[in-house]
Antibody, heavy 121, light 110 residues
Framework: QVQLQESGPGLVKPSQTLSLTCTVS??????????WSWIRQPAGKGLEWIGR???????NYNPSLKSRVTMSLDTSKNQFSLRLSSVTAADTAVYYC?????????????WGQGTLVTVSS | QSALTQPASVSGSPGQSITISCTGT?????????VSWYQQHPGKAPKLMIY???NRPSGVPDRFSGSKSGNTASLTISGLQTEDEADYYC??????????FGGGTKVTVL
C-alpha cells in the first residue's frame, strides 16, 4: 500500500518561496506512471487543487496559481516536490500531496496526512 | 476557475438517506464522467469515496452511491450512520485539464 508523507518548513515569510516535499513509500515513484498532485486547504475552508505532475512535459496547474507554481519528481529519493513563489498570507493552509491509482481517475486516490504552512513575518 | 456549488450543510437521522448535490457547468461536471467525492473527518486527510461518478474504491461501503445528470452530480448516503458525520467534497475534471473542488458540505447525523 502506497503511503505519502509531506514535509517542509511550517513557517514561511511573505514574498518568499514555499517548498514542500512528499516522500513516497510502498512503491517506486516513476515519471509517467501516475499523476502526482498537490492540494491545499486553508483553516476552516474547502479544498483547492494546486496542480499535478505526470512527466516534465505533462504538468497541469490551477490557472489562478500557475504563474507561481513548480512541481517536480526526484526518482532517486522517491520524492515529489512543490514550490510556490511570492507567497502571501492567503497561501497559509494545510498542504496535501496525493496520487491517483490504476483504473481510478480522481484528483487523489491516495493522500498524505497534510502539513500546515503558515505565511507570516 | 470557479468552485463547484454544494449545499453548506445536510442532516439526517440514523438509518435515513441523504443526498448532497454538486452543481458545475458544461466545462466541468457536464463535460466528463470524472466526478469524485471525498469524505473528510476533522483533522484528517480527505478520503476518496466515489470516483468516475458512480464507482466505489475497495473498502467503501455500498451505502455510498453517486450519480450525475447534466451539470449536477449527487452523492447519496443510504442507511446513515453516526460515523458518516463529516465534511464531503465533490471534485470534477475540467476542459482546461485541471481539477476543481466544491465548497464542501457538512453532514450532521441527528
Amino acid at each position: 500500500q502506497v503511503q505519502l508523507q509531506e514535509s517542509g518548513p511550517g513557517l514561511v515569510k511573505p514574498s518568499q518561496t514555499l517548498s514542500l516535499t512528499c516522500t513516497v513509500s510502498g512503491g517506486s515513484i516513476r515519471s509517467g506512471s501516475y499523476y502526482w498532485s498537490w492540494i491545499r486547504q486553508p483553516a476552516g475552508k474547502g479544498l483547492e487543487w494546486i496542480g499535478r505532475f505526470y512527466t516534465s512535459e505533462i504538468t497541469n496547474y490551477n490557472p489562478s496559481l500557475k504563474s507561481r507554481v513548480t512541481m517536480s519528481l526526484d526518482t532517486s529519493k522517491n520524492q515529489f516536490s512543490l514550490r510556490l513563489s511570492s507567497v502571501t498570507a492567503a497561501d497559509t493552509a494545510v498542504y496535501y500531496c496525493a496520487r491517483d491509482s490504476v483504473g481510478i481517475t480522481a484528483a487523489g486516490a491516495y493522500w498524505g496526512q497534510g502539513t500546515l504552512v503558515t505565511v507570516s513575518s | 476557475q470557479s468552485a463547484l456549488t454544494q449545499p453548506a450543510s445536510v442532516s439526517g437521522s440514523p438509518g435515513q438517506s441523504i443526498t448532497i448535490s454538486c452543481t458545475g457547468t458544461s466545462s466541468d461536471v457536464g463535460a466528463y464522467n470524472y466526478v469524485s467525492w471525498y469524505q473528510q473527518h476533522p483533522g484528517k486527510a480527505p478520503k476518496l469515496m466515489i470516483y468516475e461518478v458512480t464507482n466505489r474504491p475497495s473498502g467503501v461501503p455500498d451505502r455510498f452511491s453517486g450519480s450525475k445528470s447534466g451539470n449536477t452530480a449527487s452523492l447519496t448516503i443510504s442507511g446513515l450512520q453516526t460515523e458518516d458525520e463529516a465534511d464531503y467534497y465533490c471534485s470534477s475534471y475540467t476542459t482546461y485539464s485541471a481539477w476543481v473542488f466544491g465548497g464542501g458540505t457538512k453532514v450532521t447525523v441527528l
